[in-house]
Structure formats: structure tokens, C-alpha cells
């Protein structure tokens, strides 16, 4: 990846999920383009990866790392509350952590729905509401939400997923209204036909009706986009160049969904 745009020059981010996949990828961009960056993830051989990628790009030195399960309020408030106090502020938040799972509904149990729910819904909420006080002290905060295009488009065997992305769409539309006065802006990218670890085994049911997912191939390419698809996007909002999005979602998805 080659970026010649300076536009998170002394900005402070912190990205979650940024031990693997699109959370990874964005990362690398956010730093490429100048930025000073807190990866966090509950996997840290993940966080040593995206470590060893910056040190080969050149820019580990504005890279630190934080293990947190954004899924545990107290993990939330010990990992993120410190990393923002090491960097003395915030002005963007990208929320990239989360899980993907299937099953039949009839099958899901309450356990299976409240992981996913509990990371990828109630994990944004906790991690945002950490942040916010420091993302409204600049006066210029910018949150990136991460919903999926099952938030709005049926694909099977995925509802508890689905039905988390969507909370996640409505939960950023509302912090985009509340604090609109107070300079902070709140999108959401919708990602669809990406490759990641997330996408490769999604736990698909055995007995799946395969007919079901004839919709959900992308227009454009021959295949998955690469995450670096959905990074470029997301510096795109949060930096300068998206200061006038706010409150609504991007489906990034190859024409998958037209």
C-alpha cells in the first residue's frame, strides 16, 4: 500500500479490532496517513502481528498496543480509559471489533445470541461511551461505527449478527444527532463481500440451503474485496475530507446489494 495523504497528522485514534482483519487494515492506513494510533484487541498475538507490519511500513513508532475485551465494562474502562490518558486526548474512534457467527435461529440459544450481541453492540456502546468525553473535548471527534450489510439486507442463518449490526446503525444515528452541537461526528460503515478471518468461516450450518446466498455474490471484481478496501473508506470519513457526513451509513460491498 502506498499513501502519499498526510491527513491524521498528530491526530490521536484509537482502533478496535485492530488485531486482525478490517480492523488490521485500517490500522495500517490511519497510520500511513500520519496518524498516532492505539490498536486494541482481546488477541494479542493479533496486536504483535499489526506490530510487525508497521515496523516494515515504518511507522511503529506512532503505533502502541492495548489488549481489551470490549465485551467487559471494567476491561473497557481500564484499557481504553488508559490508552486515552497516554495520548493525552482523542479526536477519532474507529469501533472494528466483532465477531461473526451462524446458526439456524430455531437453534440459536440464549448464550450464542448474547456473545454476539454482547461484543458487537453492547462492546461498541461501552467503548464509545468511554471515549466520548474525550472526543467532545476537541471539539472535532469523529466516531466510525461498524454495521454490515446483513443490517439491511437478509442473509441467512445470521440474525443475531444482523440484528447487532442494525442496533449499531440506530445507536450511531443517535450519538450523530445528540452531540451534532458539540462538533462530534458519528458515521458507520456497512462492509459487505470483504475478506477477512470474520468472512472466511462464518460457521455456516451444515444442512445450510446454499440457494439462499445466490444474492450476496459482488457486482464488481471477480471475487472478495481485500480489507484495504474498506480502510481507505473509513480514513476517508473520519479525516477532514468527510466533515460533512454524519449520522448515516456507507455500504461498501462491491455492488453486492444494488
Not at 499489526?50 to 484499557?79: F, K, Y
Not at 435461529?105 to 471515549?131: C, D, K, M, P, S
Not at 480514513?235 to 460491498?253: M, N, Q, W
Request: aromatic fraction near 6%; include cysteine; glycine fraction near 12%.
Amino acid at each position: 500500500m502506498t499513501v502519499h495523504l498526510d491527513r491524521f497528522a498528530g491526530r490521536r485514534i484509537i482502533v478496535t479490532g485492530g488485531g486482525s482483519g478490517i480492523g488490521q487494515a485500517t490500522v495500517a492506513r490511519l497510520l500511513a496517513e500520519g496518524g498516532i494510533v492505539v490498536a486494541a484487541d482481546v488477541n494479542e498475538a493479533g496486536l504483535a502481528a499489526t506490530r510487525e507490519q508497521a515496523e516494515a511500513a515504518g511507522t511503529s513508532e506512532r503505533l502502541s498496543l492495548v489488549a481489551v475485551d470490549i465485551a467487559s465494562e471494567a476491561s473497557v474502562q481500564e484499557a481504553i480509559g488508559g490508552a486515552i490518558e497516554r495520548l493525552g486526548g482523542l479526536e477519532v474512534l474507529v469501533n472494528a471489533a466483532g465477531i461473526l457467527r451462524s446458526a439456524h435461529t430455531h437453534e440459536t440459544t440464549l448464550e450464542f445470541w448474547n456473545r454476539i450481541v454482547g461484543i458487537n453492540l453492547t462492546g461498541t456502546f461501552l467503548v464509545t461511551r468511554q471515549a466520548l468525553p474525550a472526543l467532545l473535548a476537541c471539539g472535532k471527534g469523529v466516531v466510525v461505527n461498524f454495521s454490515s450489510t446483513s443490517a439491511a439486507f437478509a442473509h441467512p442463518y445470521m440474525a443475531a449478527y444482523a440484528a447487532s449490526k442494525g442496533g449499531i446503525q440506530a445507536f450511531t444515528h443517535t450519538i450523530a444527532l445528540e452531540y451534532a452541537k458539540q462538533g462530534l461526528r458519528a458515521v458507520a460503515v456497512a462492509p459487505g463481500s470483504i475478506q477477512s478471518g470474520m468472512t472466511s468461516d462464518p460457521g455456516i450450518p451444515a444442512d445450510a440451503d446454499r440457494s439462499l446466498f445466490m444474492k450476496m455474490s459482488p457486482a464488481l471484481g471477480e471475487g472478495f474485496a481485500p480489507a484495504a478496501a474498506v480502510a481507505g473508506m473509513i480514513a476517508a470519513l473520519a479525516s477532514d475530507d468527510g466533515f460533512f457526513v454524519t449520522g448515516t451509513e456507507l455500504r461498501i460491498d462491491g455492488g453486492t446489494h444494488m
